[in-house]
């Protein structure tokens, strides 16, 4: 799962072509050239066999046709809120020049209270329904957020080291401490409330990752700085 960044026809085909296909889901821009599959060559024509059809209609077209039709789908969206999109969707070969074309599932989403403008996405897994497809998309955040947060707190992409292996070495054991460090807020918060900070520029509801690391960090150092006293009372020399 990717944003439009990672919409590229070669790493489709790089996906698809493993030995153990890898589904890829991004963005799609609504200009991209999709094309039918090839029909059937006459017997007699010579040449190389065609490896796609006829241009297919653009996104941005089918998007702006009045006559297209439109499925109502709700879904779980961001937040774990429920919402009603309406889409299209759709088989074709998405081609760039210098690769071969992709074939990919299309699906165009459109909100019908115009929150957002007209978004496409394409799925190399072409039978994924557009519910399945829009479920991906919206898990995607999630790991973007993790992301994020390990780099701005546990300095992912920014170790001072040289080595390829030591960054090799380093970035899986940040992202298996962001792991530990929201396992142990989680159980640490049965026996005492997260606190949430907040500011006057600032206001959140729901603890944030920079929220569980201070947490942890302070129970931590209670533990280590606050040790309780032994239970003998008599001091005794060595």
Known sequence: MGDGAYAAVGLALWCSGMLN???LV?????????????GERPP?????K????????????????????WE?????????????VLTQTGTAL??????APAPIRWVLVRCPDGRFDDQAFLCTDRDASPAQILAWVVLRWNIEVTFEDVRAHLGVETQRQWSDKAIARTTPILLGLYSLITLL??????????????????????????????????????????????SDPDSRSG
């Open 50 to 69: 065609p490896k796609k059809g006829e241009r297919l209609p653009a996104l941005a077209q089918r998007a702006a046709d009045p006559q297209a039709t």
């Open 26 to 38: 991004t963005r799609l821009r609504l200009d991209a050239a999709l094309y039918a599959p090839p």
């Open 185 to 230: 807020a989680h159980e640490w918060i049965a026996q005492q409330p997260l606190p949430v900070r907040t500011a006057a520029w600032y206001q959140k509801e729901d603890a944030t990752f920079a929220d569980a690391i201070a947490f942890v960090r302070r129970a931590i150092w209670g533990r280590l700085n606050c040790m309780r006293s032994t």
């Open 94 to 99: 998405w081609y760039t020049p210098r690769f």
């Open 72 to 84: 109502k789908l709700t879904l779980t969206w961001y937040g774990g809120e429920p919402r009603t």
């Open 21 to 23: 296909p890898v589904t």
């Open 44 to 48: 007699h024509r010579r040449g190389p």
